[in-house]
């Protein structure tokens, strides 16, 4: 299951990613950690420090790599350097599994040992202002898009993504990559905006979209959330002194998390394996073609100087039959 966690900078995207990923991973299932976000926090979330999280390799810098192993042996990819970030899969291209080991988790993923599991951390790297320009930048979320089309992926193994706020993750196709969205919004005018842009996006796309409440400190809260949020808000997580020991310093064992939040935690993995049901294996590789056929008349045909269109196999659907390998 693809799940991504976004809303406002601030929000808790990153705090409710890596609860949420703790907590998948001490009930034994498999996860891969993707920090996606300009802010790359999800490492020291998840208990590295700040040396072991700059040490950590970035998908944005292996991304000539990383494509040369995913496109494989798929004739209508003529090579790495003509494979722009939503270039799809088709027979021939290597895809990946979350449970397995392949060349792109040897160099560019690192295994975190929690106190209860462990999991795979993937990052995109950290931006510098001359990223935030444009080809850079993309390249790095795009390294994100490239692994999310070519990931075969189950019911019961999570990709849980902490992802970039705003419009950033709109100028390509990675917000329609997931089974599920987690939008983290606070109980401010600020984040229930957040909310609506989003929504807004994501309506022509079936995006599956529910809101987590954070930082929500009693019925007043909740009320404002459930007023402008209607249906869309799933669960709400409280103020917490565990975050707060946490962001102090001290490494409180997930255990001690207070119930009712650690209950949301349960709450969204809930919903997540509702959404299983609900994957659309056509769907999902029809809208990869859209995003791509856009990024090739938009920038792509003129920057590589092919007709990237000619990329797309017709016949090829990314879907759970592949999983075992069967297209490998
Ligand atoms: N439920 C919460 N209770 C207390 N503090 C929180 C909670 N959620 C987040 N925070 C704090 O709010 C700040 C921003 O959270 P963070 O997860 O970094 O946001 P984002 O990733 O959306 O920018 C951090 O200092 C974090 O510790
Ligand atoms: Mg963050």
């Not at 989003?198 to 009320?223: I, M, S």
């Not at 255990?255 to 997540?272: H, S």
């Not at 056509?282 to 920038?299: D, E, G, K, P």
């Not at 990329?311 to 490998?328: K, T």
Request: charged share 25%.
């Amino acid at each position: 299951m693809k799940i991504a966690f976004v809303g406002k900078g601030g929000s808790g995207k990153t705090t409710l990613s890596a609860l949420f990923i703790r907590h998948l991973a001490a009930a034994g299932y498999p996860v891969i950690a993707v920090d996606a976000d300009i802010n790359q926090h999800l490492g020291p979330a998840l208990g590295l420090s700040d040396d072991q999280a700059a040490d950590l390799p970035s998908l944005g810098a292996q991304l000539p790599q990383i494509k040369e192993y995913l496109r494989g042996g798929n004739p209508l990819i003529g090579s790495a350097d003509e494979m722009i970030k939503t270039t799809p899969p088709g027979r021939g291209s290597r895809l990946l599994r979350i449970v397995e080991e392949n060349p792109v988790y040897a160099s560019c993923a690192r295994p975190i040992a929690l106190d209860e599991g462990s999991v795979r951390l993937l990052a995109t790297g950290a931006f510098t202002e001359e990223d935030l320009g444009v080809a850079c930048y993309h390249s790095k979320v795009g390294a994100v898009e490239l692994l999310l089309n070519h990931l075969v992926d189950g019911q019961e193994e999570y990709v849980v993504t902490d992802m970039t706020a705003g419009s950033d993750s709109f100028a390509s196709g990675l917000f329609t990559r997931f089974d599920l969205t987690f939008l983290v919004a606070e109980p401010t005018r600020k984040g229930i905006s957040v909310y609506r842009q989003y929504k807004e996006y994501a309506r022509d796309f079936d995006v599956a979209l529910h809101v987590v409440g954070n930082k929500v400190q009693g019925p007043d809260d909740l009320a404002f959330l459930r007023r402008e949020v209607g249906d869309d808000l799933l669960a709400v997580f409280g103020q917490s002194d565990w975050v707060r020991r946490l962001e102090q310093g001290a490494e409180p064992p997930l255990q001690l998390l207070e119930p009712a939040n650690r209950a949301v935690l349960e709450t969204l993995k809930q919903q997540a394996d509702r959404a299983h049901a609900d994957r659309d294996p056509q769907r999902y590789t029809a809208q990869a073609v859209t995003f791509h056929l856009r990024n090739a008349q938009s920038w792509g045909n003129a920057k590589v100087g092919i007709d990237l269109g000619s990329q797309i196999d017709p016949g090829f659907v990314l879907g759970a039959d592949q999983r075992d390998g069967a297209h490998a």
